[in-house]
């Protein structure tokens, strides 16, 4: 079955520095992976999607890479704020399965001012 | 109120006893998800619905019982639940599903439940 494996779980960077999360995927026919995050006593939201279609994609300081080979994608964000502090979740979906979403466990950034 | 809501936002509840989550999307989706959210677990998908048919249920024990009677609405019904069905559990819409598009799912706020 489908299954995606996030790294690290837990992520402590200074205020200005770069945060990386990796996750991992199983399923070669994948062809989606958005990031959400979630702050801490509020929903998931939407921060950057990526399709198999491209390998990068960047909105201001967060970027997503892609790479099918290996199946793996990554969230990179550059000059974190302490408001970047939050749990990041990325996931997977393939359209056979219409919209159904596998997660990763999430990873805990914190920012440290 | 916009986007997805949910309600109640806390609920404890024993293990005989019968309550139900509610959601409500107001973007006009036809789609509806149910996700159970455990500490140090991935997102779980519960339920699908698509234009208020079940198009996916994963195993979930027959203690939670959905129901969608229109395209705005998803309930959660709960029913002898265990202690470890405590979790946040949330709500989802999307635009579609299952069209060869891929489409954003906005998530509700979430209900807190704990069994005791």
């Known amino acids: 079955g489908e299954n995606v494996e996030q790294h690290p779980s837990t992520l402590s960077v200074q205020e200005g520095d770069s945060a990386v999360i990796k996750c991992t995927y199983s399923d070669s026919a994948s062809n989606y992976f958005p990031w959400y995050k979630q702050e801490l006593g509020k929903r998931p939201q939407l921060i950057i999607d990526i399709r198999s279609n491209v390998g990068e994609k960047k909105d201001q300081r967060i970027a997503v890479t892609l790479n099918k080979t290996a199946k793996h994608f990554s969230l990179h964000i550059t000059e974190t704020q302490p408001e970047d502090s939050a749990v990041y979740f990325c996931?997977?979906?393939?359209?056979?399965?219409?919209?159904?979403?596998?997660f990763g466990a999430g990873t805990i950034l914190r920012v440290k001012s | 109120e916009t986007g997805v809501t949910q309600t109640p936002r806390h609920l404890v509840m024993g293990m005989t006893n019968k309550k139900s989550l509610k959601c409500e999307q107001h973007?006009?989706?036809?789609?509806m998800y149910w996700y159970k959210q455990s500490a140090k677990k991935p997102l779980e998908l519960m339920f699908v619905?698509?234009?208020?048919?079940?198009?996916e249920n994963n195993s979930v024990p027959s203690r939670f019982s959905p129901e969608c009677p229109n395209s705005s609405h998803l309930f959660l019904h709960l029913h002898t639940l265990q202690p470890e069905d405590s979790a946040l559990y949330l709500c989802?819409?999307?635009?579609?599903?299952?069209?060869?598009?891929?489409?954003?799912?906005?998530f509700g706020p979430g209900t807190r439940l704990t069994v005791l």
């Open positions: 996931a997977a979906s393939f359209m056979e399965y219409g919209n159904k979403l596998v």
């Open positions: 619905y698509s234009l208020e048919e079940r198009v």
């Open positions: 973007l006009g989706h036809n789609a």
């Open positions: 989802a819409s999307s635009q579609d599903y299952g069209t060869g598009t891929y489409n954003e799912q906005f």
